[in-house]
């Protein structure tokens, strides 16, 4: 039997009555029961943190008791799966189902908010730096500056929200490209311009792995390595039970019981995969992480020159970097950097008290938001990992699968490890770096004439007078899958002088529109409306039922 007695966590367990009579179950110290974790393994959830907010209990004793019990009977269940895995893959699993075990003995310790409102502190003046302060390196220098990096996608996604089958990467975006094409002519043409080697890593997960292993054998004859790794599976846990839901490790016959935990599983996953040691070994000294589907998360030569080049401030290294751009009333909900517990740390809405949910949202209080690009250091990674210190919130998802069962899943995100790091900084970036393509909105503009392709990277025309992009809003019923979406144009409109638009209904649009100002198009129910070829809106509000006809 494979089990993760010797691996994982261990309770001890003796009970000890608020009175100081014996009785059966847990460690009691004024009616909370602690468990003891006493092997290394597990040492991730040893300190109890706090995560995002939990209902009190009415009677804390039988919650404590229900807590223990979960644990034991999720030791048995995961001893159980263990059994079903096939010999070749046991190491590895036993490795991902430590994390999954710690994380969720870490779920069952929370007792609340993980950030006291109250005691989150102004953000000292030198943590936020401004992107236009940074210098350019010396020419001479970007080579050796390079062989220094590795650049890490996030590519864990599906296109389903979208319409489309397989991994979101694949997706095109323009001129038939897709996100992982521009990436890789990115980075290439950083390669060939100063003759350096940086390597492109792709973090897969279990749905997105075969399909991504496939496609990019495609890029064979670039100038780029390509390494892939997989992030965690974990099993689903049920709502009621707060049992894993999977019979076996049978995952693609039974794929609903398992999920990928979240990016922030990158560094443990990052370091299970051998990657991060590699990568030490050969000088390299930091990584750039994004989302594959930010199209503005290009390799900054002046944020690297900030880190380990001419610009460097100091002896001491910056071990964490997070770009932050200004918050507009259009990224109200977005994670923030706050200065709490003397450290900077990234602060998620899921964590913000009910009663200050307005508070978050101000963009005068907060003034950033986090684009989720994450600059990093290799052997800082390693050591916040070696000491089993990395602590991020948890994030509760609690979802419904299509069979009706109601399902808890923990994850984590990979900005939250910022507090685990020392002389971490965020870096005011302009809005460019942050060009992500989440519904087909954001489709149209980068597929539109605001940005011309260049090596890979979008750069936006300047035939336009504002750096902002427009705000546009497309009928889910209507534009929300990309098939659909691209029949509505004949081509795609002109968007320059575009500052806002919203399409709700059945509407389509001929070759050669030009969309200016505010621009509102409603069909309404039953009815169409046909924009015609060469038509010009400007401050415009169409609605009722205007349809041209072929004859």
């Not at 907010?53 to 004793?61: A, F, G, L, V, Y």
């Not at 944020?303 to 009333?329: S, Y």
Request: proline letters at 4%.
């Amino acid at each position: 039997m494979l089990g993760l007695q010797n691996s994982c966590i261990v309770l001890n367990a003796k009970a000890v009555n608020s009175d100081g009579g014996g009785g059966g179950g847990g460690v009691a110290d004024g009616g909370k029961v602690h468990f003891k974790m006493l092997n290394p393994c597990a040492d991730i959830g040893q300190q109890q943190v706090r995560g995002h907010q939990r209902i009190p209990s009415d009677t804390k004793e039988f919650h404590e008791a229900t807590k223990r019990d979960a644990l034991m009977r999720l030791k048995k269940d995961l001893d159980h799966l263990l059994e079903t895995v096939e010999e070749s893959r046991k190491t590895g699993v036993q490795k991902e189902m430590c994390g999954f075990e710690a994380l969720y003995h870490r779920f069952l310790q929370e007792d609340g908010p993980s950030v006291e409102w109250d005691r989150i502190e102004k953000l000292p003046e030198e943590a936020v730096k401004d992107y236009s302060t940074l210098k350019l390196p010396q020419e001479a220098h970007i080579r050796d500056m390079l062989d220094k990096l590795v650049v890490v996608k996030l590519n864990g996604g599906l296109g389903t929200s979208m319409g489309c089958h397989g991994p979101k990467s694949v997706i095109p975006v323009r001129n038939d490209l897709t996100f992982l094409d521009m990436t890789v002519q990115q980075i290439e043409f950083l390669n060939k311009k100063y003759n350096a080697n940086v390597p492109l890593v792709l973090m897969n997960s279990f749905n997105t792995d075969v399909d991504t292993e496939k496609v990019i054998r495609k890029y064979k004859g670039f100038q780029v390595q390509i390494y892939t790794f997989n992030q965690s599976c974990y099993p689903r846990i049920s709502r009621d039970s707060l049992l894993p839901i999977a019979k076996d490790f049978d995952i693609e016959n039974d794929i609903e019981a398992w999920y990928p935990p979240g990016h922030g599983d990158f560094y443990q996953s990052f370091q299970n995969s051998g990657l991060l040691r590699k990568f030490l070994e050969e000088g390299r000294e930091y990584c750039f992480l994004s989302n594959i589907d930010n199209l503005g998360a290009t390799v900054d030569i002046k944020i690297l020159n900030r880190l380990i080049g001419d610009d460097r401030q100091g002896d001491k290294p910056i071990e964490f970097v997070m770009e932050v751009t200004d918050k507009t009333r259009a990224d109200v909900k977005g994670g923030t950097l706050i200065h709490y517990e003397n450290k900077l740390r990234l602060l998620e809405i899921a964590q913000v008290p009910k009663e200050h949910v307005d508070d978050f949202k101000s963009v005068k209080t907060f003034k950033f938001f986090n684009t989720n690009n994450i600059w990093a250091r290799l052997e800082s990674i390693e050591r916040v990992l070696n000491a089993k210190t990395m602590n991020m919130e948890i994030i509760v998802n609690n979802k419904t699968l299509d069979n009706g069962i109601r399902v808890i899943q923990l994850e984590t995100a990979v900005g939250a490890a910022m507090k685990c790091f020392d002389g971490g900084i965020g870096i005011n970036v302009p809005r460019s770096r942050f060009l992500p393509v989440k519904k087909t909105s954001d489709l149209l503009l980068v597929m539109s004439n605001l940005y011309s392709l260049k090596y890979g990277s979008l750069v936006m025309s300047p035939q336009r007078m504002f750096p902002t992009t427009p705000l546009v809003k497309l009928g889910d019923n209507h534009f929300s899958k990309v098939k659909e979406f691209l029949s509505r144009f004949a081509n795609i409109p002109d968007l320059i002088e575009l500052d806002h638009l919203t399409v709700s209904g059945d509407v389509t649009f001929g070759r050669g529109v030009s969309l200016r100002g505010t621009v509102i198009i409603i069909a309404n129910h039953g009815d169409r409306i046909d924009i015609p070829a060469g038509a010009i809106l400007e401050n415009k509000i169409v609605s009722g039922n205007m349809r041209i006809l072929d004859h």
